[in-house]
């Protein structure tokens, strides 16, 4: 069985890396150069797509009343459909994003709506770092570096003012906690995740069947799901206790999930070919079945592989890391079911960048790069041919031959997990990973 289950004593390797004056130093300059490429953008680059109808607001009405956002009828029409960590911490420079508004001083409006996107991201590259010299790299500023030059995620933070490197942080964050047999912190931190991002739901079942991988007893299943839903909870209470109570969190959830019923926004699957965006996905697709029913297929389909891991696993049969099991999850979700955004697939980064600590496999240094450049193009087309008119002819015609490279590459990682499926389960002695 390909899971790790040696204890943080029991794992030389991270600690006396951390206490090397050396590798503490090419940390820093990891990061100080991860930073400059984040910041240098974040100031630069004035982007109103997306930040202007909706995070600007959010941040600027935020401040007047921090846990009455939700309540706050003005903000009906700025569509606040984000869980409420994110929103929170936009609330904290409401007051300077006002004054850099009103002044037309966008630098430091660009610094300000940007900031906590460009931070979430450094602590990313930190933590990519922590969990390479976990899985004894004898240098972890390579992983770290690769993050740290991610032209994805440079786009997607520092150009854009995106939250998604919130959702890989607490993703990698999870998968960490996993890896060292702590289901509590594992499902702390998912908690925390699904505060910050409605995407972090998706991965519930990957929770769960990490659980089961780690083989915990009915006690421990029941209290770390129960420390997960509490601060779940604590998290929600004080935006609740303004009106709506448990009514709240529904509405953001469900309600955010439904907000977008279109085939497809401009993701690069199965539906970017044909004139789909935004599309009602309950519009007949061919043979009287609409695109919903597809989709519906597409995620249970996606389930089923779960399941069967999980069957595999109760049967002790091989099975490859949790990372790569939950990287043909999401590709599934991705490439085949709608609703489906252009940003949806960059936790495949964080999933392939992790199955590399894990394995030391080249193929997935190549997946690593596949995706980030598919995500790249992705994300470009999006925000570029928006605040670049001109661009997006050029950008328009890239979108069908990104689909069509991404659902090819799918088979490709299938042939990659069933050839770990053929592998000999791990030594119990060995280091493995969730």
């Not at 994110?86 to 009103?102: C, I, Q, T």
């Not at 002044?103 to 906590?116: A, Q, T, Y």
């Not at 598919?374 to 990104?402: C, K, R, W």
């Amino acid at each position: 069985m390909s899971i790790h289950l040696a204890k943080l004593s029991a794992l030389p390797g991270w600690p006396q890396q951390l206490s090397d004056r050396r590798q503490r130093g090419r940390l820093a300059a990891v990061l100080l150069l991860a930073a400059v490429l984040r910041f240098l953008p974040a100031v630069l680059y004035f982007n109103y797509f997306d930040l202007g109808p909706y995070n600007i607001p959010w941040s600027i009405y935020g401040a007047q009343d921090r846990f009455g956002l939700y309540s706050n009828p003005a903000m009906a029409e700025f569509g606040l459909d984000y869980p409420p960590i994110f929103p929170f911490l936009l609330s904290l420079v409401g007051s300077p994003v006002l004054w850099a508004h009103e002044s037309g001083c966008w630098p430091v409006e660009m610094f300000c709506i940007k900031l906590f996107p460009v931070l979430a991201d450094l602590a990313l590259t930190a933590l990519v770092w922590l969990v390479a010299a976990d899985h004894r790299f004898a240098e972890p500023w390579q992983p770290a570096l690769l993050w740290a030059l991610n032209p994805s995620m440079i786009l997607n933070s520092g150009f854009w003012g995106q939250a998604d490197s919130f959702l890989l942080f607490f993703l990698l964050a999870m998968f960490w906690a996993l890896e060292r047999s702590k289901p509590v912190a594992a499902s702390l931190i998912f908690a925390l995740g699904c505060l910050t991002k409605l995407q972090m739901c998706y991965f519930a079942p990957v929770l769960l069947l990490g659980f089961l991988l780690l083989r915990l007893r009915p006690a421990r299943w029941i209290g770390a799901l129960a420390a997960g839903g509490a601060v779940g909870f604590l998290g929600w209470y004080p935006f609740m206790r303004r009106g709506e109570w448990l009514a709240l969190p529904l509405r953001i959830y469900l309600g955010g999930y439904g907000k977008y019923s279109f085939v497809n926004a401009k993701a690069a699957n199965l539906y970017a070919f044909g004139n789909h965006y935004q599309q009602p996905d309950s519009e007949i697709w061919f043979c009287g079945i609409s695109f919903s029913a597809i989709s519906n297929l597409a995620i249970a389909a996606a389930l089923l592989w779960l399941v069967w891991c999980g069957i595999r696993a109760v049967r002790r049969r091989s099975l490859p890391p949790l990372c790569l099991i939950a990287l043909v999850y999401l590709e599934v979700l991705f490439l085949f079911t709608t609703r489906q955004h252009e940003r949806y697939q960059l936790p495949a980064l964080v999933l392939s960048l992790l199955w590399w600590m894990i394995c030391r496999e080249k193929k997935a240094v190549r997946f690593f790069l596949f995706f980030t450049l598919i995500t790249l193009i992705n994300q470009s087309y999006v925000i570029f041919a928006d605040n670049h008119p001109a661009t997006a002819g050029f950008f328009s015609m890239l979108e069908a031959p990104t689909a069509a490279v991404n659902l090819l590459a799918f088979p490709v990682l299938c042939v990659a997990v069933a050839h770990s499926f053929r592998q000999p389960p791990s030594s119990p002695s060995q280091k493995g990973a969730v």
